[in-house]
């Protein structure tokens, strides 16, 4: 997503999404090379063969898989490690796993939580299993959020492809560091016409 700012005449403004150009990047470079996107249909723009809706939320349920079973494995480890004497805890995992609906084997959990940083001598580290814990339920909270703004976006998309320049990287827009935005790739069919169109509008050659 891109901030193109306000512009003069028939130039774009606003936020569009954008496909990014560069083969190589580097920290140093601050500008991109981009193409962007619109949803209106017209005999310059060209028909994206994927919505972005669907491909964003791919990546997204996958990160929220991926949560959800270490979130799961730590409340495992709750349930079978924590004392007696430590019961909010163990309400509160027993919840979680409740809501996950999991059978990981504790052996399985107890792996999880060890890569984690929080191997068999810390599982008693009430501060730990809590910090863990919060931070996969933020994450979570964070994935949703973002699979909310970006099932808004479920319609098909149309490739600006007249419209080619070189913005700064300031411009790209982040909800937050989970944002697919940068992480999507369109196909290579979609390329390959997408090169032909630049090749037939801005040089001599001829697209092949």
């Not at 107890?110 to 984690?116: L, T, W």
């Not at 699979?147 to 600006?160: C, E, L, N, Q, R």
């Amino acid at each position: 997503m891109i901030d193109f700012g306000i512009n003069v005449g028939s130039e774009l403004s606003g936020n569009h999404f954008g496909i990014i150009l560069n083969k190589t990047d580097n920290v140093k470079n601050n500008t991109l090379t981009v193409l962007p996107l619109t949803s209106k249909e017209n005999r310059y723009n060209l028909k994206l063969d994927e919505m972005i809706s669907d491909k964003s939320i791919a990546l997204l349920d996958d990160y929220m898989d991926k949560e959800n079973y270490v979130v799961t494995c730590i409340s495992k480890c709750i349930v079978s490690d924590v004392g007696m004497d430590n019961t909010p805890l163990k309400n509160a995992a027993k919840i979680a796993l409740s809501l996950a609906g999991s059978c990981i084997e504790i052996e399985e959990a107890r792996n999880c939580a060890k890569r984690e940083g929080l191997y068999q001598n810390n599982l008693l580290d009430i501060e730990k299993l809590n910090k863990r814990a919060l931070l996969g339920h933020n994450k979570i909270s964070k994935i949703h959020e973002l699979d909310a703004i970006y099932k808004k976006y479920h319609k098909t998309s149309y490739v600006s492809y007249t419209k080619i320049q070189t913005i700064s990287k300031d411009r790209i827009i982040y909800i937050n560091e989970y944002d697919p935005c940068g992480k999507i790739k369109v196909s290579n069919e979609t390329l390959n016409m997408i090169d032909n169109k630049i090749i037939e509008i801005y040089t001599n050659k001829i697209s092949i």
